[in-house]
């Protein structure tokens, strides 16, 4: 059974980065594609990143281009999302996710394993 857990959430202002972790436990973590999803209450989750089991592949939703990072490390079995530029509509909880089944994937549905999520929430 794959785990995961996030960290790195945070109160912040805009214009500020924040760094989120997500530690992998079971499974096996180089042949698993990892995302980062957000949802804000009431509206449907989202994908914000995504990158395949090598890390060769990534994937950015449009709003977060050119200021938002994702990566992995395959020894710490860590993925990671570096968030800079922060602006006030990036206020969400974060979550990573993971499956096995595809390369990469931006589609929520395609993700078989989900953390609890950790709170962003960016002042003005």
């Known amino acids: 059974q794959v785990q995961l857990v996030e960290s790195g959430g945070g109160l912040v202002q805009a214009g500020d980065s924040l760094g989120l972790s997500c530690v992998v436990s079971g499974g096996h973590f180089s042949t698993l594609a990892l995302g980062w999803f957000r949802q804000v209450t009431g509206k449907e989750r989202e994908i914000v990143a995504a990158?395949?089991?090598?890390?060769?592949?990534?994937y950015y939703t449009d709003s977060v281009k050119g200021r938002f990072t994702i990566s992995r490390d395959n020894a710490e079995k860590v993925v990671y999302l570096q968030m800079n530029s922060l602006k006030p509509e990036d206020t969400a909880m974060y979550y990573c996710?993971?499956?096995?089944?595809?390369?990469?994937?931006?589609?929520?549905?395609?993700?078989?394993?989900w953390g609890q999520g950790t709170q962003v929430t960016v002042s003005s």
């Open positions: 990158i395949s089991w090598s890390g060769g592949m990534t």
């Open positions: 996710a993971a499956t096995s089944d595809y390369t990469i994937t931006n589609m929520t549905g395609n993700y078989n394993y």
